[in-house]
């Protein structure tokens, strides 16, 4: 069984950062890809970054691209969000999950197998 869990959440200002981090546990941590996703209160959940198993090729969401940067440490079965330049519409309940190798695309939620609990990211205007 895997476990995630997310922290680093809170809340911000406008244009301000955070980093979340997502640790797994488990041995195989890096033969996976992950992924973020956020959900935000009366809309459906929504991708926001990828990286493969390596961490030698990422993948954002439009909305996120040049402001956020995913990234992941394998020796620690960590993997991050950094998130800069932070709006009010980023605010959202923020999860991470491990993709299910070889199954669907990077950005679609179906792709993926093991979710975190999430935590929360609010910007302030």
């Known amino acids: 069984q895997v476990q995630l869990v997310e922290s680093g959440g809170g809340l911000v200002q406008a244009g301000g950062s955070l980093r979340l981090s997502c640790a797994a546990s488990?041995?195989?941590?890096?033969?996976?890809?992950m992924g973020w996703f956020r959900q935000a209160p009366g809309k459906e959940r929504e991708f926001v970054a990828a990286?493969?198993?390596?961490?030698?090729?990422?993948y954002y969401a439009d909305s996120v691209k040049g402001r956020f940067t995913i990234s992941r440490d394998n020796a620690k079965n960590t993997v991050y969000l950094q998130m800069n330049s932070l709006k009010p519409e980023d605010t959202a309940i923020y999860y991470c999950?491990?993709?299910?190798?070889?199954?669907?695309?990077?950005?679609?939620?179906?792709?993926?197998?093991?979710w975190g609990q999430g935590t929360q990211v609010t910007v302030s205007s």
């Open positions: 990286i493969n198993w390596n961490g030698r090729s990422t």
């Open positions: 488990g041995r195989t941590f890096s033969n996976y890809a």
């Open positions: 999950a491990r993709k299910v190798n070889s199954v669907g695309g990077y950005y679609k939620g179906d792709s993926y197998d093991y």
